[in-house]
């Protein structure tokens, strides 16, 4: 059974580009929430995706933006890329109670330069 | 509105002594609770979760957890230190309700193991 599965692994963008992180849930999953985590800290919730619909937004902003399709597969974009943006992100699918819990990927590893 | 706070960044103990991670919680209404291991460049992975049942709830890698709504706590132990138990560990909170799930983790505790 495949867990969550994330891409790229890496990469490397410029300051004042634009990115897009892609997500594939585990099976049977049908939510999606995205997380940032700075070097040294825990994770940031950044936004949740539950029926292609944002349903929760942290504290991040109109930058980051997201996307759900169909099969529940996601995408984060990020705008006009700041330093300040370097940072592993998590990609977390989660099921409804009763059977609730979160299994995350492995994560994509921006360096803004 | 829900926090967490891990208590010490950093522990170390001795191979084969016992590990105890701290964590507190603030939560308005009766949270669910987790505990997350992350090895080096890699993701999060589950140890064990609290979502309601019982208060004593056993993980994987010889892992537990105790929840105590009067402390609002939810420490992590481990009889025995492993090598393989060094890593970062992290405590997380969500709100159960449908809608609302999502997680607020502590700035995690940094376990290093003494051979």
């Known amino acids: 059974d495949a867990g969550v599965t994330q891409s790229p692994t890496h990469l490397i963008k410029t300051r004042g580009q634009q990115v897009t992180l892609r997500c594939s849930p585990k099976s049977g999953h049908d939510t999606v929430s995205w997380y940032q985590q700075a070097l040294g800290q825990g994770p940031q919730f950044i936004f949740q995706?539950?029926?292609?619909?944002?349903?929760q937004r942290g504290n991040f902003p109109d930058r980051f933006s997201g996307h759900q399709f169909p099969n529940y597969s996601s995408e984060l974009n990020v705008n006009a890329l700041l330093l300040g943006d370097s940072a592993l992100y998590l990609c977390?699918?989660?099921?409804?109670?009763?059977?609730?819990?979160?299994?995350f990927g492995s994560g994509t590893r921006l360096t803004v330069v | 509105a829900q926090s967490v706070t891990q208590l010490g960044s950093h522990v170390s103990v001795s191979e084969g002594a016992l590990v105890l991670l701290r964590c507190n919680y603030s939560s308005s209404v009766p949270p669910y609770l987790f505990w997350y291991v992350q090895y080096p460049n890699q993701g999060l992975q589950l140890l064990l979760k609290?979502?309601?049942?019982?208060?004593l709830v056993k993980g994987i890698n010889g892992f537990e957890a105790e929840f105590k709504k009067s402390e609002t706590s939810f420490h992590l132990t481990k009889p025995s230190a492993h090598m393989s138990d060094a890593a970062e560990y992290f405590c997380a909170v969500s709100d159960p309700n449908f809608g609302n799930e999502k997680l607020t983790f502590g700035t995690g505790t940094r376990l290093t193991i003494i051979p």
């Open positions: 609290y979502t309601s049942a019982a208060t």
């Open positions: 995706y539950y029926e292609e619909e944002e349903r």
């Open positions: 977390a699918s989660s099921s409804p109670p009763p059977n609730y819990g979160y299994t």
